[in-house]
């Protein structure tokens, strides 16, 4: 079975370069039979950063995908905070160089006109926009978006395809807060292993708008892939869920750099 894994980080590998961590993280995902990785931000996480922080953090990515353009994808990290800034990343690393996304945190939510800018620019480029999504029973950071925020967003780009990271963490909430927008996925990665989570997206999206990812290294290949694994879910649904959904939505921006798989 093709999997494909949408949310990898190079921090936490203890690599001493990114490329040396990312030999490490290809090594694992070659234990546990996953094709593909994405790979977002650098080393260390920066939660609020600069301008030149998206520069470096970005430049750590470029490296760590030179030497694996047939393993792995990479998502330029921008900030809805820094337009200017994040619209040069995006031209540099999508128009001009091999990303094939946009990924967003905490710095600032997502229900904006600066994050307005941001999609427009991705959607231009065909690019897909993940955005980190949680709901935290202590409270959210103040920057930090709720699945609510990004549905709002993704109303306003329904041609854009938009990823509800980490289905808002508490997932019952977050797969209803965006059943209602056709454009918006969801990402598995990051949360427990609870049971019950894939069943309940398959039922409310449909198997299409289900992206297997992990969060590795914060989060181990193997309990997250057992999220997938051990659902009670047609077998069809597993196949589009852990690889095949993440190779459609990326299929436009692929075809227009012209990358054979
Ligand atoms: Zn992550």
Redesign the pocket.
């Known amino acids: 079975m093709k999997i494909w894994d949408l ?3 190079l921090s936490g590998l203890g690599g001493r370069t990114p490329d040396e961590s990312m030999a490490r993280l290809i090594a694992l995902a070659d234990r546990m039979g996953i094709e593909r990785v994405i790979v ?2 650098g080393v260390p ?1 920066a939660a609020d950063p600069s301008p030149e922080d998206l520069r470096k953090q970005n430049d750590q990515v470029l490296q760590a995908l030179s030497h694996w353009h047939h393993r792995a994808f990479g998502f330029v990290y921008v900030s809805p905070k820094h337009v200017e800034a994040s619209l040069h990343e995006i031209d540099r690393c999508v128009r001009d160089g091999p990303m094939v996304g946009l990924k967003l ?1 905490v710095a600032a939510r997502c229900d904006s006109a600066e994050a307005d800018a941001l999609v427009r620019r991705a959607a231009e480029l065909r690019a897909v926009i993940f955005q ?1 999504t949680w709901i935290k029973t202590q409270g959210n950071l103040p920057g930090e978006s709720t699945p609510t925020d990004l549905a709002a967003l993704a109303k306003r780009h329904p041609d854009a395809a938009i990823i509800c ?2 289905t808002g963490g508490q997932w019952e909430i977050g797969i209803r807060a965006v059943r209602e927008t056709p454009n918006v996925t969801i990402d598995l ?2 949360s427990d292993p609870t049971a019950g989570l894939v069943e309940m997206a398959v039922r409310e999206l449909g198997a299409r708008r289900i992206l297997y ?1 992990s ?1 590795a290294p ?1 989060r181990s290949f193997a309990s997250q892939l057992a999220k997938v694994y051990g659902a009670d879910v047609t077998d069809e649904a597993r196949r589009l869920i852990l690889g095949e959904n993440l190779q459609r939505l990326l299929t436009p921006i692929l075809r227009a750099k012209g990358v054979k798989l």
Do not use: I
């Open positions: 949310h990898c980080h977002f931000m996480h945190w980190h990271g980490h990665a990051g990812g969060d914060g």
